[in-house]
């Protein structure tokens, strides 16, 4: 059963760092990824790391990430990271893990999704 955990968040302050974490398991994945959704919007690509399982990754990011985001991985852990400086107010969302058994950059296009982890900054 392919599970996907996130983990990490919480409430800061504006200008603070936070990592959320992502637990991966019941198989292999070609890309994974990070969401978010604030209320009374959609749910919006924030960071995404293609090619997992082969030795070159490909990373990319929204626009209103770029800089301060960064996505990475840890293939031992099976777990996917993503690390958040600079926050901002507008950055608040619950925060999606998603995964696709393929090499993929269609990031809309993901089969497993994760519960989400709420993150909340201040201003």
């Known amino acids: 059963q392919v599970q996907l955990v996130e983990s990490g968040g919480g409430l800061v302050q504006a200008g603070a760092s936070l990592r959320l974490s992502c637990a991966a398991s019941g198989r292999t994945f070609g890309s994974m990824g990070w969401f978010r959704q604030a209320p009374g919007t959609e749910r919006e690509f924030v960071a995404g790391m293609a090619g997992i399982m082969w030795s070159g990754d490909h990373t990319y990011y929204a626009d209103s990430v770029k800089g301060r985001f960064i996505i990475s991985r840890d293939n031992a852990k099976n777990t996917v990271y993503l690390q958040m400086s600079s926050l901002k107010p507008e950055d608040t969302a619950v925060y999606y893990c998603?995964?696709?058994?393929?090499?993929?950059?269609?990031?809309?296009?993901?089969?497993?999704w994760g519960k989400g982890t709420l993150v909340t900054v201040s201003s």
């Open positions: 998603a995964a696709h058994s393929k090499f993929t950059n269609n990031w809309y296009a993901m089969e497993y």
